[in-house]
């Protein structure tokens, strides 16, 4: 089935989503075709069962690499923003906002530097990262146990995730990403190993 035409872009995901089979091409091809606004109010619409199913869908289906997360034409430590929706009942709405460290043609960045941006950051402070690719699978690992050893000017002071509240939050978190369009990754939250029952949407911003 084709989602009838709307204006409302949020509708047509969710109804891609919630279709049987969902078809991760399909999907691709939506957001692809979307504007940068319509796909961030696409994926914020989604409820924390269809975070999931998409996350599922997408299993293998598009390679996500660093360069998708900050594309080779950004230079390196200039912030690139990843509006997100999370699966949690409340402060749904996020941003994960990432740089690639100083590198060289010859050594291409191996990993990127980030920290999320949201409304209770001065609680939890502000979740600094390191994001690697996986070694065995085509996907992103973000690492919250690794803090970046420099950041750009601008960004929040770094702050341990391992003390206080944000032990509770970011302490031994691991996010795995997804590939789902040229734009967007799906994510799911581990902590030690246990998956959290936690999925999360971004959008890259050009």
């Known amino acids: 089935m084709q989602p009838a035409k709307r204006a409302d872009a949020s509708e047509d995901l969710r109804f891609l989503i919630r279709d049987r089979p969902i078809s991760p091409e399909r999907i691709r091809r939506f957001l692809d ?57 409340v402060f749904t709405h996020f941003e994960k906002r990432l740089c690639r460290p100083p590198c060289t043609d010859s050594e291409p960045a191996t990993e990127l530097y980030g920290y999320n941006f949201q409304s209770l950051a001065s609680i939890t402070g502000p979740g600094y990262f390191i994001a690697r690719e996986s070694a065995d699978r085509p996907e992103v690992m973000i690492d919250y146990h690794s803090l970046p050893p420099e950041h750009p000017q601008g960004w929040p002071p770094l702050r341990s995730n391992d003390r206080g509240l944000s032990r509770l939050v970011f302490g031994f978190l691991f996010d795995t990403l997804r590939g ?23 959008c890259r911003e050009d």
């Open 33 to 89: 075709e979307r504007s940068h606004e319509a796909r961030v109010a696409a994926i914020r619409s989604l409820s924390g069962s269809e975070l999931h199913d998409l996350y599922v869908a997408v299993d293998g289906f598009k390679p996500v690499t660093l360069e998708d997360l900050v594309p080779p034409a950004v230079e390196d430590f200039a912030t690139v923003r990843h509006h997100g929706k999370n699966s949690l009942p």
């Open 180 to 202: 789902v369009s040229d734009h967007v990754t799906i994510g799911s939250a581990s902590r030690k190993g246990r998956d959290l029952g936690s999925w999360f949407a971004l």
